[in-house]
């Protein structure tokens, strides 16, 4: 089975506080992003920096979802990456925790696709999660923490997946793309 890491590390600078907590409908953004792969995943490891204490309340008592606190995140994604990477033993699929919009058929569409690494395509760009096959494990982990998943995914032939979902290019940076994000989770038919 596959593992989701959903990096929850930053500091949300351009967001101006905590953007993973920012709330709709009482949840925070970040659940949105942890629920569309709840179905389809073993298991959730989110892995926390700045704001790790915050996030692990609310995420405590989520089943089949662990937290894990990155003491490095300071230093870029990848050593986030590699703190997620560190507590899977399979196959997994990793993205960033201001994607919220990824409809679960999405992931499914991603876990039914071929090839060792794998990301979705819409309207010819590409976008999250990207999937890595458990046989890259250690490969990844040798990388140093300077290293990045783009060029640690052009390492290798990816399949790209053609995909009908605009979520997989979505991502929450600012405050005024939160409020797009509300809008936008309102009309979502896979809610």
Do not use: C
């Not at 989701?4 to 953007?19: D, Q, S, T, V």
């Not at 033993?89 to 993205?95: D, F, H, K, L």
């Not at 696709?113 to 395509?121: I, N």
């Amino acid at each position: 089975m596959v593992d989701a890491i959903i990096l929850a590390g930053g500091f949300g600078k351009r967001a101006k506080g905590n953007k993973m907590l920012f709330l709709h409908n009482n949840k925070p953004l970040l659940w949105y992003t942890v629920l569309a792969y709840k179905e389809h995943v073993n298991r959730v490891v989110i892995v926390t920096g700045a704001y790790h204490e915050s996030i692990k309340s609310f995420f405590d008592d989520a089943v089949n979802t662990i937290i894990v606190h990155n003491p490095d995140y300071e230093k870029g994604m990848f050593t986030s990456v590699k703190t997620g990477m560190a507590r899977t033993t399979g196959s997994v699929v990793i993205t960033p925790g201001d994607i919220p919009l990824i409809k679960p058929s999405t992931i499914e569409t991603i876990l039914n696709a071929t090839g060792k690494v794998r990301l979705p395509v819409y309207q010819n760009r590409k976008g999250h999660p990207l999937y890595l096959d458990a046989s890259l494990r250690e490969a990844l982990l040798e990388k140093p923490d300077t290293y990045n998943l783009k060029a640690f995914r052009n390492e290798y032939h990816y399949q790209q997946v053609e995909v009908q979902d605009s979520g997989v290019l979505f991502d929450v940076d600012t405050q005024e793309a939160f409020l797009v994000f509300k809008t936008r989770k309102g009309h979502n038919d896979e809610d």
